[in-house]
T-cell receptor
Framework: DQQVKQNSPSLSVQEGRISILNCDYT??????FLWYKKYPAEGPTFLISISSIKDKNEDGRFTVFLNKSAKHLSLHIVPSQPGDSAVYFCAASRQGAQKLVFGQGTRLTINP | DAGVTQSPTHLIKTRGQQVTLRCSPK?????VSWYQQALGQGPQFIFQYYEEEERQRGNFPDRFSGHQFPNYSSELNVNALLLGDSALYLC????????????FGPGTRLTVT
């Protein structure tokens, strides 16, 4: 039972354009969502998060949007840079259960 | 500011053997969680330790056990290794039991032959 899904295994974007990574979840109890970035041979690095009481959170080039009715969130990166090439994981959690439930990841490639 | 550290970086074990992986949390953190990441998948939660006790557990068999020490460092033990235990094992730390954000170490790559 995959509670968090990232349906696109890979995404290729031109440098300078917008990258949009998508994530869907099924458990309506989730109240906090996070995005992690992972380079090869490194652990996941926290990128940005959003609470279920918000529908948008921005941090520099990164913006996360949450649509609770659709149980969908997305990560926008603009402008995309070559250093953004990595695997991106969406994760969800709920109050009282600190464990993170991860999606399968999306490999983002930024082409010069 | 020291981040999360894990040892060893990688190791190879034979089916049926036992293995111990180690983790030191980020400075100031007192909670340690362990995750297993199989190839091509996202990390899966194994368990979490706080105040030297296992607080939460994911869907993993009893062959997976852990420990947390007074200095907040932690060990993950896996007994009777199976080929399917081959994966990247990630340690994550956080502060207290209310923080959602977890910070990950580089992982230990375990190969079971």
């Amino acid at each position: 039972d995959q509670q968090v899904k990232q349906n696109s295994p890979s995404l290729s974007v031109q440098e300078g354009r917008i990258s949009i990574l998508n994530c869907d979840y099924t458990n309506s109890m989730f109240d906090y969502f996070l995005w992690y970035k992972k380079y090869p041979a490194e652990g996941p690095t926290f990128l940005i998060s959003i609470s279920s009481i918000k529908d948008k959170n921005e941090d520099g080039r990164f913006t996360v949007f949450l649509n609770k009715s659709a149980k969908h969130l997305s990560l926008h990166i603009v402008p995309s840079q070559p250093g953004d090439s990595a695997v991106y994981f969406c994760a969800a959690s709920r109050q009282g259960a600190q464990k993170l439930v991860f999606g399968q990841g999306t490999r983002l490639t930024i082409n010069p | 500011d020291a981040g999360v550290t894990q040892s060893p970086t990688h190791l190879i074990k034979t089916r049926g053997q036992q293995v111990t992986l180690r983790c030191s949390p980020k400075s100031g953190h007192d909670t340690v969680s362990w995750y297993q990441q199989a190839l091509g998948q996202g990390p899966q939660f194994i368990f979490q330790y706080y105040e030297e006790e296992e607080r939460q557990r994911g869907n993993f068999p009893d062959r997976f056990s852990g420990h947390q020490f007074p200095n907040y460092s932690s060990e993950l033990n896996v007994n009777a290794l199976l080929l399917g235990d081959s994966a990247l094992y990630l340690c994550a730390s956080s502060y207290g039991t209310e923080s959602y954000e977890q910070y990950f170490g580089p992982g230990t790559r375990l190969t079971v032959t």
